[in-house]
């Protein structure tokens, strides 16, 4: 791992919170995340818990029938994160953003991960391919007055340059 924060959590996990890192501000990164983390079979990951269905296990565990899910992190500024989000986005058939969103954390977790899945969905050549256009304007009809001079209209015309004029004012 070249992530010092994944490195000092796991780290701080191994030796069940006895060791903290030097730098005082990654000690407090460290010990604010560390409730939330666990080392699974040699991964970091978080336990993030969600209302999931009812049932009479989890009624009567501790979990006030909570379902836990444990998503894998993924060191900061890895290529894997944008790796993840396009296989996914691609996998659900470029959902969007939210969806994608969802999807990736239902099984990931990393720092800032809204923003790269916004940035990353937004700039897909796909989804802007197959997006809703935006509504061409409608011609204005003929304009008809009920009197002399009760409406005057203007057009202008952009024409090739003669004479030093390039404008037609009808």
């Not at 939330?36 to 336990?47: P, T």
């Not at 944008?82 to 969103?101: F, K, N, Q, S, V």
Request: aromatic share 8%.
């Amino acid at each position: 791992l070249s992530d010092p924060f994944a490195l000092s959590l796991a780290k701080h996990l191994q030796a069940e919170g006895e060791w903290l890192p030097d730098d005082e501000d990654m000690a407090k990164q460290v010990t604010a995340w560390a409730p939330h983390m666990i080392m699974h079979k040699g991964v970091l990951c978080r336990v993030k818990y969600r209302q999931g269905t009812v049932t009479r296990s989890r009624l009567s565990s501790n979990n006030h029938g909570l379902e836990s899910v444990m998503q894998m992190y993924i060191p900061r500024h890895s290529s894997m994160q944008e790796d993840i989000i396009g296989a996914i986005h691609r996998e659900l058939g470029h959902p969007g953003i939210m969806r994608t969103y969802q999807a990736v954390q239902d099984r990931f977790f990393w720092m800032g991960m809204f923003a790269q899945i916004y940035k990353q969905v937004t700039h897909c050549t796909t989804c802007q391919y197959h997006a809703p256009k935006a509504p061409k304007a409608s011609i204005a009809g003929h304009v008809t007055a009920a009197g002399p001079a009760e409406m005057i209209t203007m057009d202008i015309v952009h024409m090739p340059e003669v004479n030093g004029y390039k404008y037609l004012l009808t």
